[in-house]
């Protein structure tokens, strides 16, 4: 029963203790709400008062509101505006980490410094700001004002649109698809889609490809960047994951969220030696930090600190009665955790000026003294502990390697003087490695937990083909043990010989939703490495969010369509309602850009189109298959390399 739920044995277990005890958490309430099923295709139309109006009848394109739009405009814009608001998600977080970067370099923000001066100066070198002869507080003061600019600009081009291939920059430039400033876009996808104004949907659908770019290549990227410039560019880190990470003898602290400004604080406070004795003076041995979401992403990423799981994870976190404090910030936070917590002792502490949450304890946090705040969060998970009822831990959870930024990509394939993706392109063209698949986005009660995300990842690197992975798709994978060299045993042969070679995992985990420009600019270095043709639509790879709920999850996928890639959405389709809509953002964004957005709920049929795409993209490069003799004479796969070895020892034993 709860395997149809999740295919995380913690979870499953937790699940257990919550029927028994008639505990109520998503697995649960989504069997008794029934989605709305005009809304969940697109069919409804709110943004007036003459309605609701509802598109519903046997004839679609027959059907109008009260103020005359058709389905199709309808489901347009209501696509749009969840695009708007995903792009907004994102690009408030990158705003908050310019401000954060800014106040830091001013001195105003003292726990905060300029940890990755090579970034900086890399940063400084996209915005064209001299790095020469200037102390390293001075050019941050300039990068985190041309990045705050980007967000107010009226006219003009987002500064990262320039990182774009030279190609790509010239096809959106000609479909006037190039975004002005972030908010700018934004605002006025609310325009566009209020009542009576954007009626056309095709035309709605080009801002909303104009505006994910706005998140894409302007908050997202800049959120990566300004965490990077503070906090450090991730190299491979090993960790664990699950539940199993909690302790029963030490203060279990949660951050859960997504911005890293506070958890970064938390994280250094957890080591002071006097913070460490107080938790001691209270009965318990120590802290133990975990996060949950993106928030665990990014402190596992730079610091190792191991995740408690993914977005699914958060209730069953507390329902182990383990949790002292869990901290959030903004996004994917369910609003029945404090609710939840009322059966145990577990407090839920909001800490953005932004967002609270009835029956939490807010502690509002303020970069200018983030160091206090960070500790007095402490405190009171470390007051809480005493407090503590029965725990029920789950002994599960698995290893993992995390921490792929793109520039560790580029020095594990080349070395500190000659960092390149010159081998992966190799490998590429050599057809060892067939593709490369971003299998990222959430979880989504509405199917089992993990296992889309599981059964593609595995399908994928059997057959060559790289994953890479950001959010709580890379957690899902984390939690089954495939983010570790031991998951080469799935790999096929030729993915597992460059995994080998290079000393990585055939499953690489860039870090939270935000660290999808990661791939971007993996797909740009790709390209412009050479030999895979000239743009991102050339190349042989696929972006999946195979359990999506989120706005943001819309935002991130059109981005990438509007940037050439072929992405797939697991689950229903929000435009469901009209077919018009569907050929737009699929046959007709092709015709567009390159790249198209399909939602296919059957796994398999997933993977086989992906499949059909990288082939496709292969063919016309003219890549072949793989044909080792080809590069060398003395080839043997891992496979046969392991027969042979087996052969040998069972010689040898048998002497
Ligand atoms: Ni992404 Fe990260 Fe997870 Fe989905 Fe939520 S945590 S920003 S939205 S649920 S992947």
Redo the contacts with the bound molecule.
């Keep these: 029963m709860t395997s149809r739920k999740s295919i995380d044995p913690a979870v499953q277990s937790m699940l257990e203790v919550a029927s028994a005890e008639g505990i109520s958490t998503a697995f649960s309430r989504v069997d008794s709400m029934k989605p709305c099923p005009i809304g969940r295709q697109g069919a409804c139309c709110s943004v007036c008062y003459m309605g609701p109006c509802r598109m519903v009848g046997k004839n679609p394109d027959e059907l109008r509101g009260i103020c005359g739009a058709r389905p199709a405009t309808i489901a347009a814009r209501n696509f749009a505006r969840a695009v708007a608001a995903g792009s907004a ?2 690009s408030d977080h990158g705003r908050d980490m310019a401000l954060t970067l800014l106040a830091a370099a001013k001195g105003e923000a003292p726990s905060y410094q300029v940890k990755d001066v090579k970034k900086l100066h890399a940063v400084a070198g996209y915005m064209g700001i001299k790095v020469e002869g200037r102390s390293k507080e001075e050019i941050a003061v300039d990068v985190a004002t041309k990045a705050l600019s980007n967000f107010g600009q009226q006219n003009g081009e987002l500064t990262y649109i320039a990182r774009a291939p030279k190609k790509r920059q010239e096809l959106w430039r000609k479909l006037g698809i190039v975004p002005r400033g972030v908010d700018r876009e934004i605002v006025e996808t609310l325009n566009r889609t209020s009542v009576g104004v954007d009626q056309d949907p095709e035309h709605i659908l080009m801002h909303a490809m104009r505006t994910s770019l706005t998140d894409g290549w302007g908050g997202a990227m800049l959120s990566t960047d300004m965490g990077d410039i503070l906090f450090g560019t991730p190299n491979p880190v090993r960790s664990k994951v699950n539940l199993g990470v909690l302790k029963e003898d030490e203060v279990n602290l949660v951050v859960h969220g ?1 911005e890293p400004l506070l958890s970064e604080m938390i994280a250094a406070a957890a080591s002071d030696p006097e913070v460490i004795e107080c938790a001691k003076s209270k009965g318990a041995k120590g802290i133990n930090l975990t996060g949950i ?2 928030t665990a ?1 990014e402190v596992l990423m730079r610091h190792g600190i191991p995740s408690a799981g ?2 699914l994870n958060q209730e069953m976190a507390i329902i182990t009665g383990a949790v002292d404090a869990m901290v959030v910030d903004v ?2 936070i369910m609003g029945a955790l404090t609710e939840l917590a009322n059966r145990y002792h577990t407090k839920i502490i909001t800490t953005s000026a932004k967002a609270k949450i009835p029956g939490a304890m807010h502690i509002q946090f303020d970069e200018h003294q983030a160091m206090s705040i960070a500790k007095l969060i402490i405190r009171t998970a470390i007051d809480n502990y005493p407090n503590r009822g029965k725990t029920q831990i789950p002994d599960e959870y698995k290893n993992l390697v995390a921490g792929f930024s793109h520039e560790y990509i580029s020095y594990m394939l080349g070395g500190v003087y000659r960092g390149s993706f010159r081998a992966l392109n190799d490998a590429i063209i050599e057809g060892r490695i067939k593709g490369a698949a971003g299998i ?4 989504n009660p509405r199917s089992t937990q993990d296992a889309g995300h599981d059964y593609l990842t595995r399908k994928f690197i059997e057959n060559d083909v790289l994953v890479v992975q ?4 890379a957690i899902a994978n984390a939690k089954q043990g495939l983010l570790t060299p031991e998951a080469l045993e799935y790999a096929g042969p030729g993915l597992r010989e460059i995994c080998e070679a290079v000393g990585i995992p055939p499953v690489l985990h860039l870090g ?3 660290d999808n420009t990661r791939i971007l600019t993996i797909l740009t270095n790709v390209v412009n490495e050479g030999g895979l043709g000239e743009d991102i639509d050339d190349l042989p790879a696929v972006g999946i969010a195979p359990e ?3 706005e ?2 819309l935002a ?1 996928g059109t981005y990438f369509v509007a940037s050439g890639a072929y992405v797939l959405f697991g689950g229903d389709s929000p435009v469901d309602n009209s077919p018009e809509v569907t050929e737009l953002i699929s046959k007709g964004w092709e015709e567009k850009t390159g790249g198209k957005l399909e939602f296919v709920s059957d796994y398999e049929e997933i993977f086989r189109r992906s499949m059909d795409h990288i082939e496709k993209k292969r063919k016309a490069l003219k890549l072949g298959s793989w044909a080792p003799g080809k590069y060398s004479r003395t080839f043997v796969t891992a496979q046969e390399r392991a027969r042979r070895g087996a052969a040998a020892l069972e010689a040898e034993q048998s002497e």
């Design positions: 998600a994102h997504h979401c993106c992403n993914n977005f996004q994917c990222v986005g959430c979880n950001t959010g709580c798709g939270s939703c935000v999506w709920m989120s943001k999850a991130i």
